[in-house]
């Protein structure tokens, strides 16, 4: 490491942003990601940085690795949830949305996707196709030839291109969807949530056995729509439907009474709502108060 890196202190910070981003994006929990960087910055203050010739490769390295480890605990864990998981929601700041692959990258869908591959298929995709990281860095890494990497990020690409988004949306158009949805819901206008809901839209919520949510995934428009009239039109007290930034994309932080109920993210596919994702696990809700820094 040169002189123009700085001090060890210094090249951390310089690279902490892109450090959180990878271990949240492989682990979908942004409390899980501090303590991933917490434990990198122990490891890193033991390293002789004179012999480091690429520190953001090594930082990376290091992140990789302890996010890995925690992945497979959290596996266990999320075993034993009550009631369907969803990531931890973000507040990003409107520029996260101007870079469109970190904004995809950070999406509920695509976490959500991400969370149908393995731990070593879901350190290689991140790295690889998010951050380009270099075969034989991603394979120092997680442990595996370069050759071995290779391969598992072919079948990984392969998995989440069945899976993700179908396009993704411009930020007016998402913008645009969100606007829609949120007047329809906010009147009880049934066409209105026609009009703006894909036919095969998929509703979930996570209250993670701590706040009522949805038991299982709710398909389809009509399904959706009596459940979100029924629901917003028997809540006991006042809602409101504040637009906010979150994981890159528009969503809705839901007030009952001015206390923060959840977020509702949605996912924006041809112009239509095809996902709606309402997280209301408090545990899950401590960072929809301040912008969280992403970072490539």
């Given amino acids: ?12 910070l310089a690279h902490r942003n892109l450090l959180f981003t990878v271990a949240y ?9 501090e303590d991933v960087l917490q434990e990198t910055w122990l490891r890193w203050t033991g390293v002789d940085t004179a012999e480091v010739r690429e520190p953001r490769a090594y930082l990376v390295k290091i992140a990789t690795r302890q996010a890995l480890t925690r992945l497979r605990t ?17 507040l990003t700041s409107p520029d996260v949305a101007e870079d469109v692959e970190l904004a995809e990258s950070v999406s509920m869908a695509m976490l959500l996707v991400l969370e149908t591959l393995g731990p070593t298929e879901r350190a ?8 380009a990281v270099e075969y034989a860095e991603i394979a120092d890494a997680v442990g595996k030839t370069r050759e071995a990497v290779r391969q598992i990020a ?16 411009s930020p007016a158009e998402a913008r645009a969807a969100l606007a829609a949805f ?14 703006v809901l894909a036919p095969d839209v998929v509703a979930m919520g996570d209250g993670g056995g701590k706040a009522q949510a949805l038991p299982n995934a709710i398909r389809g428009a009509d399904k959706v729509i009596r459940l979100l009239t029924a629901g917003f039109g028997n809540v006991p007290g006042v809602l409101s439907f504040d637009p906010v930034q979150v994981n890159g994309f528009p969503a809705l932080l839901m007030r009952l009474d001015g206390a923060v109920d959840g977020v ?4 924006v596919d041809d112009g239509l709502v095809s996902g709606l994702y309402y997280v209301r696990n408090p545990e899950k809700l401590s960072r929809v108060d301040r912008e969280t820094a992403v970072a490539r």
């Fill in 264 to 267: 509702l993210a949605l996912r």
């Fill in 74 to 90: 959290l596996g266990r864990r999320r075993e034993t949830y009550v009631g369907p998981w969803l990531p931890e929601p973000l």
């Fill in 124 to 131: 290689v995709f991140v790295l690889r196709e998010v951050f």
């Fill in 154 to 169: 072919h079948r990984a690409r392969a998995h989440v291109a069945e899976r993700r988004p179908r396009g993704t949306p």
């Fill in 182 to 195: 949120q007047l329809a819901a906010e009147t009880g206008d049934v066409a209105g949530l026609l009009d």
């Fill in 1 to 12: 490491m040169t002189a123009k890196d700085g001090t060890p202190t210094d090249v951390f």
């Fill in 25 to 33: 994006e492989m682990l979908g929990s942004a409390a899980d990601a």
